[in-house]
């Protein structure tokens, strides 16, 4: 049975992109209001930052019209590997993106990618990645300091929250779960020693007596 979405759920959505793409946003306007005034020694350094701020601020755009915004036609643009390649370059995160995952169908890489977005979240000192298709499922595998998902996002990720008890910081988690609902998958979060895995595995299918 389809699940009925709370219209609380995508404007959680749109408040939380344009979050993160507020900042980027903000540094090109800092750096052009730095070169309109004509100052020779600020010059070079407010096109660098205006340069720096472009490039990240389109490798999000791409990677969350990917990630939030595909919804299963024909995929134009980068492949989902060279998105998440262009999302964390300059962070503290190391993504690597394993070449099984790259031949899976682009609605399950969507789904990686939704998973690697919540999972950085997680990683606020840094960390690695490893995203992988697994056993008709994808697993994302993160490392580094911290405590992992909090309560909440936990709750969201195995849809146990309610819409209202969601936040711009867990509206991520929800819709991942919702993706991979869709693809007839369920995700599950495992503690490690000095990390987490994130799995997104078949729902198994009741078969009638």
Do not use: W
């Amino acid at each position: 049975m389809p699940r009925n979405i709370d219209l609380r759920v995508p404007a959680l959505l749109a408040s939380r992109l344009c979050h993160e793409l507020a900042g980027a946003l903000t540094a090109i306007g800092n750096g052009a209001e730095l070169l309109e005034a004509g100052d020779p020694a600020l010059g070079r350094e407010a096109a660098a930052l205006v340069r720096d701020s472009a490039r990240k601020a389109n490798a999000r755009l791409q990677f969350y019209r990917f990630a939030f915004g595909f919804a299963g036609s024909a995929l134009t643009g980068p492949p989902p590997d060279r998105l998440a390649a262009g999302f964390f370059a300059g962070s503290a995160i190391e993504c690597d993106y394993r070449p099984a995952l790259r031949a899976a169908e682009t609605g399950q890489q969507k789904l990686a990618c939704l998973m690697l977005s919540v999972a950085s979240d997680s990683l606020p000192r840094g960390g690695r990645l490893v995203a992988e298709a697994d056993r008709g499922g994808i697993a994302v595998d993160a490392s580094g300091p911290g405590d992992g998902p909090s309560p909440e996002m936990r709750a969201a990720l195995l849809l146990a929250a309610t819409a209202g008890e969601l936040s711009a910081r867990t509206i991520g988690g929800y819709y991942a779960a919702l993706t991979a609902e869709a693809l007839g998958l369920h995700l599950s979060l495992e503690d490690r020693p000095a990390g987490f895995r994130l799995g997104a595995a078949p729902i198994p299918q009741h078969r009638e007596p």
